[in-house]
């Protein structure tokens, strides 16, 4: 059974960083982190496979980081803006082709909240 749990969200002013946590076990395969704003669809902006990849909107801000002995997946983001506010969620287990897809990941976290004021 794959567990994941979210943690390090907050409240920053634009310019600032955050680094979120994802405490994992089980086999998690694939993972990604993913972000939602209400009314959206949530979506995919970093996948740590094999390779780590990036959508464009995060791209040279955002990185994945990993401590493999504590099991626990990190998105640091630096340069946040307004338009990174939004609940991030901690994927695992690719069991779909889109890797920056919801719909291809079987377990998530309960996410954690980011609040980036002007």
């Known amino acids: 059974q794959v567990r994941l749990v979210e943690s390090g969200g907050g409240s920053v002013q634009a310019g600032g960083s955050l680094r979120l946590s994802c405490a994992h076990s089980?086999?998690?395969?694939?993972m990604a982190w993913f972000r939602q704003v209400p009314g959206e669809e949530r979506e995919g902006i970093a996948v740590r496979g094999i390779h780590i990849t990036y959508a464009d909107s995060v791209k040279g801000r955002f990185t994945i980081t990993e401590d493999y002995k504590n099991d626990i997946l990190y998105l640091e983001m630096t340069g946040l803006q307004p338009e990174d506010t939004a609940m991030y969620y901690c994927a695992a287990l690719l069991v779909g082709p889109d890797r920056f897809s919801p719909a291809s990941y079987r377990y998530w976290g309960q996410g954690t909240q980011v609040s980036v004021s002007s």
């Open positions: 089980g086999d998690t395969g694939v």
